[in-house]
């Protein structure tokens, strides 16, 4: 069993920067591939972006690539989404997600174990 926290969201203008946290419980974190989702009123649960257990492999959203970055602290375990550039279409409620597996993946579907509760992005304009 996972629990994740998310955190980090908050009110930005366009063009600023914010970092999302993601802390998950337990000891096999590095077991664990890792995603961040978004969510926007009135829309579909979308990808952001994934990594695979170790960091070593990462896969982004086309809308997102260039201006967001994830990485992971196995040691800590929590897994993190730098946002640069954002956009007011970037506005939506934030969710990490992990998914336990034997073997290193990128899990870019929403076929993950475990969700965190959500943390809110708002971009002015």
């Known amino acids: 069993q996972v629990q994740l926290v998310d955190s980090g969201g908050g009110l930005v203008q366009a063009g600023d920067s914010l970092r999302l946290s993601c802390a998950a419980s337990g000891r096999t974190f590095s077991s664990y591939a890792m995603g961040w989702f978004r969510q926007a009123p009135g829309k579909e649960r979308e990808f952001v972006a994934a990594i695979s257990q170790g960091g070593g492999s990462t896969e982004y959203a086309d809308s997102v690539k260039g201006r967001f970055t994830i990485s992971r602290d196995n040691a800590k375990n929590t897994v993190y989404l730098q946002m640069n550039s954002l956009k007011p279409e970037d506005t939506a409620v934030y969710y990490c997600?992990?998914?336990?597996?034997?073997?290193?993946?990128?899990?870019?579907?929403?076929?993950?174990?475990?969700w965190g509760q959500g943390t809110q992005v708002t971009v002015s304009s």
């Open positions: 997600a992990a998914r336990y597996s034997t073997l290193p993946v990128v899990v870019t579907t929403t076929r993950y174990n475990y």
